[in-house]
């Protein structure tokens, strides 16, 4: 019960965080952007500014599912942000370019995510049996796994969760700083459209620091429920 309190509490705060970056999204839509480029003019110019030239710009379907994919070597920007031009669509397509110049420079906070995504990707898998059988009871009649121990397993299933999440902090944040400095140095934006593109990529981060939030809290509560339990 405990763990679903937290989870429906962090799921009402990602709800409103994610409403709050939608509606400043939509505002900033409305901005026309003064150098007159698109989303994916801007990525392109900063993926060559940066001596990037085997990485794909693609326009993707969907709404905010902008994404660079390393495997791919693609900037996937949904269609707003592709043929955008206002400053959210510059904000969205440096950040994602930021990505992009963080794996052509090795950035060492970014493998080390793209290293954990097979073993969070398990781990997933893991608990969602984990959960699946203690619904259905069989960890409580004891006939599968003592309670100790499968609470353990859970633990560390969120432990790699918590870490996954606090390894994407300082990697989104980076992709953002760099995509900040380079519209501002290039002269790609005016002073005024880079306060509306930090305040985009601002609430855009904050959606990652709820699910951090959410992710270590979910953690110690399994802690706790482990370290002050008795059930065998």
């Known amino acids: 019960m405990g763990a679903l309190i937290i989870g429906l509490f962090f799921m009402l705060i990602g709800w409103m965080v994610s409403s709050r970056m939608k509606s400043k999204f939509k505002e900033y839509a409305q901005m026309h ?17 940066n001596g990037i030239n085997d990485v794909q710009v693609l326009s993707v379907e969907g709404q905010l599912t902008d994404h ?18 206002n400053a959210a669509a510059t904000a969205v397509a440096a950040h994602e370019c930021g990505h992009a110049v963080q794996h052509a420079k ?5 493998q080390l995510r793209s290293a954990l995504v097979p073993i ?31 609470l353990l ?12 999440s606090l390894i994407t902090l300082p990697v989104e944040f980076d992709a953002s700083k760099r ?5 501002e140095s290039r002269g790609i934006v005016t002073r005024a459209e880079h306060d509306m593109a930090k305040d985009a990529l601002k609430w855009a981060a904050m959606t ?9 809290t979910t953690l110690v509560y399994y802690l706790m429920l482990y370290l002050g339990g008795d059930r065998d």
């Not at 150098?35 to 994916?40: F, I, V």
């Not at 397993?153 to 996954?164: E, P, Q």
């Open 106 to 110: 090795a950035y060492s906070m970014l």
């Open 179 to 183: 995509a900040l400095a380079w519209v």
């Open 120 to 150: 969070q990707n398990v781990s997933a898998q893991i608990l969602n049996f984990m959960m699946m059988a203690m619904m259905f009871g069989a960890f409580f009649a004891g006939s599968f796994l003592p309670w100790k121990t499968a």
């Open 33 to 49: 952007l003064s150098k007159d480029l698109t989303g994916a003019e801007v990525a392109r110019l900063m993926l060559a500014d």
């Open 153 to 164: 397993i859970i633990i560390i299933c969120y432990g790699v969760f918590a870490l996954f």
């Open 68 to 85: 660079y994919n390393p495997s791919a070597k693609t900037v996937n920007l949904s269609q707003d942000v592709y043929h955008g031009r």
């Open 208 to 216: 990652y620091v709820v699910a951090a939030i959410g992710a270590v």
